[in-house]
């Protein structure tokens, strides 16, 4: 059974740092490119980071240059650090994995940026 858990979240003030985590279980991980996305209140979710097998990386606009995204293939771990944060990066944060027409979710960690 495949699974996405992800962890990290919690409430930040602005300009502080965080760093999700998403577990996964069930798949070869080191097969799989990994996503992080994010849907704030009101808004359509999009897509925040990416990271291929080899570890080659791509960030939407909004947070190129303040979030890293890497992975850990010996503890099938993908990671999200996040620095800088504003109070637009509040949402809640998913990371997925996808092969085909097969596409798995985590359950989502909410991180809200506010003082």
């Known amino acids: 059974q495949e699974h996405l858990v992800e962890s990290g979240g919690g409430l930040v003030q602005p300009g502080g740092s965080l760093r999700l985590s998403c577990a996964a279980s069930?798949?070869?991980?080191?097969?799989?490119?990994m996503y992080w996305y994010r849907q704030g209140p009101g808004k359509q979710r999009e897509l925040v980071a990416s990271?291929?097998?080899?570890?080659?990386?791509n960030y939407a606009d909004s947070v190129k240059d303040r979030f890293t995204i890497s992975r850990d293939h010996a503890k099938n771990t993908v990671y999200l650090q996040m620095n800088s944060l504003k109070p637009e990066d509040t949402a809640v944060y998913s990371c997925?994995?996808?092969?085909?027409?097969?596409?798995?979710w985590g359950q989502g960690t909410q991180v809200t940026v506010a003082s």
């Open positions: 069930g798949i070869t991980f080191s097969a799989y490119a």
């Open positions: 990271v291929s097998t080899l570890g080659s990386t």
């Open positions: 997925n994995t996808r092969s085909g027409i097969l596409s798995y």
